[in-house]
């Protein structure tokens, strides 16, 4: 890759692109932006460690205990995001780019006569970065203002942490729901530029995601900013429903839903009036097992639709707000958010578990991620789809059974250990049954890859033997020696 093509593909992380550069005539000419920007998530993910480890002197690496300045970054967290975002990006080899198939059916069949995108105009270009930007404010308002639409974007902000992975935290369900704002931009712009503008949007919201960078002056106008977003994360009274900008934060100046992060002195008078933001759901969901994570809200409204009375209510119930129920505005009454105890921050959902079961999911998560990323990459263009999207299943499957281990469940090893023997048995019977041609090589790492879950499966048989279902019990490399897991997990 030349010093170019680095500083363009850097470059739209912040859409400071060359315009004639990012035009194409067909969809298919638009190159994948966003899975090309992955060297780029991995190097703002190392700064912000990098930073939180030697310029902070690892405060914020430290597990969170009642201090504003502690609990920035957690393994767990960051294994819960970084799943999150990959089991959205495999989605599309079981249900397809929806977006792009009925944005090219709308364009063939129903844009606006006499428009035509087979020259580059950069008054053009300007439009379509301003249309799609301005959808998806309506997109993302609309995300935090009707109840099932939450259900999906509610993943996203279900992390109590704000960093670099918090980005990648992707909801499965809102990349089949948020397409329906951009279709009126078909009747105008070319699947093309949209395509190119939607990717650029989607990387420009990628480096906001950070406590690291201070506000940032006039710009706080203009642009979206890593302290405008801060407020969008937040669980104060005064962040919700505040700060839905893409790009340009001026959407949300015009449309009344515009707050400055309460920083001393930049924005209020006195150190008194300072109020840190409290990141997360008002109600937090207090598990990584990705499943839950990301079909958790829709289990609440199922519910919610049981006990509500009455069909209009039951509108209500999916279409309304999500803080929405008899006897309220629309969308909720923001009275009935709870306040955040600015001496005592919440604590965040963190169980303690014995040191060799952290060495043990890290080590797992690392494979999975490394199998993960070889798919998304370049291996789905070579395998039979069918394969594609069993290893996509065992993709789930792993960070379940790791998410049992993470929330200390007392079944969570038995879990794994059913998992590691099920994968120890397959990666057997491809190797040595003749099931598909394999070269010399490509046997024996699979061979390799039963070996390591044959081992693994020891490890955990013998942690099952020694501690029996009460292994959340016992912390043995803690201070205060049989103290219970559950006494320690850190919840709000």
């Not at 048989?461 to 912390?475: C, H």
Request: charged share 15%; proline share 5%.
């Amino acid at each position: 890759m030349t010093a170019i093509k680095i500083a363009e593909s850097l470059g739209r992380m912040f859409y400071l692109v060359s315009p004639s550069r990012h035009f194409f005539v067909t969809e298919g000419e638009v190159e994948p932006y966003v899975s090309d920007a992955t060297i780029w998530f991995l190097f703002f993910i190392a700064a912000e460690l990098i930073y939180f480890t030697i310029a902070d002197k690892r405060k914020g690496l430290k597990r969170h205990d009642g201090k504003w300045d502690q609990g920035k970054y957690r393994m767990n967290d960051m294994i819960g995001s970084l799943g999150a975002g990959s089991v959205q990006q495999m989605s599309r080899f079981f249900l397809g780019s929806l977006q792009m198939v009925t944005y090219n059916y709308i364009w063939d069949n129903y844009r606006v006569p006499g428009i035509a995108f087979e020259t580059f105009h950069l008054p053009t270009w300007i439009g379509c970065f301003l249309a799609t930007d301005f959808m998806y404010y309506w997109f993302h308002r609309a995300a935090h203002e009707v109840n099932i639409f939450w259900a999906g974007h509610s993943v996203h902000h279900s992390s109590e942490y704000y960093n670099a992975t918090t980005a990648l935290r992707q909801s499965l369900a809102q990349t089949y729901t948020s397409f329906f704002f951009n279709l009126p931009l078909a009747l105008v712009f070319s699947p093309a530029q949209f395509a190119v503008h939607t990717q650029l949007n989607l990387l420009f919201q990628f480096w906001i995601h950070t406590e690291i960078i201070p506000r940032m002056g006039w710009l706080e106008y203009i642009i979206n900013t890593p302290s405008a977003h801060r407020v969008h994360h937040g669980r104060n009274p005064y962040c919700i429903d505040k700060n839905y900008a893409g790009t340009l934060i001026i959407w949300d100046r015009m449309f009344g839903t515009y707050a400055d992060e309460r920083i001393y002195p930049d924005v209020v008078a006195t150190k008194e009036e300072e109020e840190p933001v409290a990141y997360g759901l008002t109600h937090p969901i207090n598990t990584f097992d990705p499943v839950a994570v990301q079909l958790g809200h829709f289990k609440h409204i199922w519910n919610m639709l049981w006990i509500t009375p009455g069909l209009v209510n039951k509108f209500k119930v999916v279409f309304y707000g999500p803080g929405w129920h008899s006897g309220t505005p629309r969308t909720g009454l923001l009275s009935e958010i709870p306040d955040v105890d600015l001496k005592n921050p919440p604590k965040k959902y963190d169980p303690v578990l014995p040191r060799k079961f952290n060495y043990y999911i890290a080590a797992h998560f690392a494979i999975v991620m490394v199998v993960g990323s070889a798919l998304l990459g370049e291996l789905y263009k070579i395998l039979p789809l069918h394969y594609t999207q069993a290893i996509c299943v065992a993709f789930l499957v792993s960070l379940v059974s790791l998410a049992k281990i993470m929330d200390a469940k007392e079944y969570g090893l038995k879990v794994e250990l059913a998992r590691c023997l099920t994968f120890f048995l397959l990666a057997e019977f491809v190797a040595r049954s003749g099931f598909y041609e394999q070269t010399y090589w490509q046997r024996r790492g699979t061979l390799c890859v039963a070996d390591t879950f044959f081992v693994s499966s020891l490890f955990i048989s013998w942690n099952i033997y020694k501690l029996g279902s009460d292994w959340a019990t016992i912390v043995p490399d803690t201070p205060k020696k049989g103290q219970s897991i559950k006494d320690k997990i850190k919840t709000n």
